[in-house]
């Protein structure tokens, strides 16, 4: 994880200065990467210039790649992200040394973009053709923010922002962008990911309008068939052995006897597989070193780190605790596993006699909301299933006055430029979180997890079906309508979730890593029908229907009771968000 900066224009290519949005957010690019940062100003060709920082959170090779990098023929790259698998995946050199090489080697940088697997945003100088081009891939996993002056005639891109540079837009997942530097303005064209729907020519109008820049739609990147595909009603074949398990008292017997049909486990057994591998590769690619060891060995000692380096952001759901029995397979056995929950105050009436009301017994009051509860109802089940295992459970508690503290002063930066009331609950709370500092549960000592790297659940919902609109969708509109929603909501993730939440958690100089995400998941998770993966009926209520997919896998990885939790959202189940308020306007407290 890194975090990169870039500003071209021509105001200063004679008299070289520090733009005015460098010095704004400088900070907020720097905590993203504290292993390493620097910067440099480039002469581009006879009308530009460009200013190039970098901060480094080492990640991948043997040794940490110094960003900028300029290669031997004037290239520059600044690059965020990993290349998780692929023909572009090696484990023994930086995975920046491996995007720079492909990229000098081959005519068609478009080509070489295509075929990295794994989540990140760029900025690339080629200096043979005279262009810059930027983007985010294919899901927009990272953060990349972008503004245009025209007046000044400059262009600005940066991984986050602050909120008193104005003018500031994310830039859209739906393609790769270049600006020709060879013309003497500032201009725009994208390479979409995929043929142009009515939602890219949406995204596109609405980005040049707020850029004033006519924006040049280029050959697609990935030749796919653009068929649709639709769902037709299913078949009464289709359904039923859904039908049949309805007669069921408990929810887990549902989950056993629908196990028991060929394709169902077929396909739980196909996804358990997938997700292991994405699990897998997010817990492998990283030095093996915990934020403490790390910054011995950059001073050049030896040691051998034996602490937590993996963090499972822990609601106690269906998502997180899934991660984290697989995370168990693949962590050394002598290292801890970070389960991290938080919470935060809420008003206690307390008794007056003190004697019977102790300070302890408050303290678990204000921060026993239904996230701790359940959280600790599926460390339990944990135990049971992975008695070998240390698990940290982190109960990270968050007073009125440090939630009000840190959202004025850091977070509505982070945030920016979203900024409504559902952003800035979700933000906080993940911002909260992300830090890790809080008491174990278990000895109920201070603790703030070393961990550099953080599994997040974000994607599940989405891909399988998790929210109470799937329901409301399905009854009203049917299969079809349902099948379509699913498609709309993945396509628009990156800019509802992701770049809030990758400025969010990077902040704590940590990495987001997002197993439900990973494309190979994504790829064959879509490829079923709607009811394949939920089945959000009123037979089939609230913690059964929904995400139906994932709960035979949870219940066949061991958990009986996590596996039939019903859905709560984040910001309610951590009591950060005030139900009354619409989620949907701007909030004041930004």
Known sequence: MCGIFCHVSQNYKNNPQVPNEWDRCKDLIVARGPDNFAERIERLNEDWCGHFAASVLWMQGYNLNVQPVVDSFGNILLWNGDVFSGTLAQDNICDTDAILNSLQSSSNVMSVFQEIQGPYSFIYFQKSNNCLYFGRD????????????????????MSVANKQIKGIVEVPAIGLFMMNLSNSRVNLACYPWREPDLRFTDVIEALETHLNVDIDIKETIIDSDTTTNIHLHPSIKDLECFEDS??????????????QNKDIHERVTRLSQILHKAVEVRIQKQPKLCKNCIKLVLNGETVTCDHAKIGILFSGGLDSAILALIANTYVPQNECIDLINVAFEKSVKTSTNSSVYNEKQIVQDQY????????????????????????????????????????SSRICHLLYPLCTILDESLGCAVWFASRATGILSTSNRNYESPCRVLLLGMGADELFGGYMRHRTILKHKGWNALA???????????????????RIVSDHGK???????????????????????????????SGLGDKLLLRLLAY???????????????????????????AKDVSDRL
């Open 138 to 157: 294919i899901i927009g996993r990272h953060s990349l923010l972008l503004k245009s002056n025209t007046d000044e005639n400059s262009l600005t891109l």
């Open 246 to 259: 309805f007669h069921f008292e408990q929810s887990y017997q549902t989950l056993e006897y629908l196990l």
């Open 368 to 407: 026993d909301v239904p996230d701790r509860k359940t959280g600790k109802q599926t460390f339990l089940e944990l135990l049971n299933i992975c008695p070998n295992r240390k698990w940290n459970f982190v109960e990270v508690n968050i007073t009125q006055s440090e939630l009000q503290k840190y959202r």
């Open 484 to 502: 379509e929603e699913l498609s709309i909501e993945l396509a628009r993730i990156s800019e509802r979730n992701l770049g809030r939440d990758d």
């Open 511 to 541: 990495q987001s890593r997002l197993p439900y995400l990973d494309e190979n998941v994504v790829d064959y998770v879509q490829q079923l029908k709607p009811w394949e993966r939920c089945y959000p009926t009123d037979k089939m209520p």
């Open 556 to 582: 066949k990885l061991g958990f009986q009771n996590t596996a039939t939790f019903p859905k709560r959202a984040f910001q309610f189940g951590s009591r950060i968000a005030n139900s009354k308020e619409n």
